[in-house]
């Protein structure tokens, strides 16, 4: 990446960002997957990449999408986006986009489709800290409410200190070489990127392969990923480089309320509030 330090994170050379897509929406429960569900007249891919557009024209965008779509493919095409098909996890889906970024990639951002309503702000901040030096950045807020341990069996293990925790969001910002390397030990991705650039309408790359380096065969990672399940405490893009290559920090920047997960029927009518509010 082009390191400018006070330019625009539009100027920036070699960012890519992934969206994935290929969720299917079953706790949405609209009968299709979620990124194709309407918000106020849009789907909520076309708002996802709508911000992305606005805050990062230059970069190269490549989308996952469900096996056997074509409806989120165009929508991603129309947009100037690659399709590949996603996997069966949403790490599995990152891994198959990283496959299939162009050759040029130094700087990539994972965004979720399903946060819709980010603010360009905030992939402003997190392409800032990757153009001053961050390795791996992500977009985080307070905890607003009370949060409680609990045990094996569902007992009251005490109350947590909300003021040590963050709420973590989307994009997270990497150096592509270390993502795909923390996404390699853990099975996600075999061996290196492929330099033939992403192609409009490319399908996935096919299951990922055994890990990188240092990885032993049969680790529980790999067995995890083989059966379409993710590693053990792997839930999101940052937390593989916090296992896998702990030596490296994960920045934070400030995320938004804005940038919430649309997950549940009730966040669709906050989503659509917060579309009136911006007309
Ligand atoms: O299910 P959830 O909303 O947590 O998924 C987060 C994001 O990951 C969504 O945008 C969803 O479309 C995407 N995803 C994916 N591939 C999967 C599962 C989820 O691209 N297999």
Sequence with gaps: MTLHETASPSTVDGLAVVVVAAGSGTRLGYGMPKA????????LLEWALGTVREALPAASVVVTVPAG???????????????????????????RAL??????????LVHDAARC?????????VVTALSAGSRAVVPVTEVTDTVRGVDSEGRSA???????????QTPQ?????????????????????PSNPAKEGVQGPGPAGPAGPGVPRGHAAHRAVAQGRDPEGITDDASL?????PEHPV?????????????????????RAVVESRA
């Design 117 to 125: 309503l980010t603010p360009p702000a905030v992939f402003e901040r």
């Design 158 to 168: 005490g109350t947590v200190d909300r003021s040590a925790l963050r709420a973590v």
């Design 36 to 43: 194709l569900v309407p918000v106020a007249g849009r789907t």
């Design 99 to 108: 496959a299939a970024l162009p050759g040029r990639t130094t700087h990539v």
């Design 69 to 95: 779509d074509t409806e989120l493919s165009a929508v991603a095409r129309g947009m100037g986006a690659a399709a590949v098909t996603g996997g069966a996890t949403r790490a599995q889906s990152v891994a």
């Design 241 to 245: 480089v916090e296992r896998y290559a």
């Design 173 to 193: 910002g990497f150096e592509r070489e270390l993502l795909e390397r923390v996404n390699a030990a853990a099975g996600l991705l075999s061996g290196p990127a």
């Design 251 to 271: 920045d934070l920047v400030a995320g938004h309320a804005e940038s919430f997960k649309i997950t549940r029927p009730v966040d669709l009518l906050l989503a």
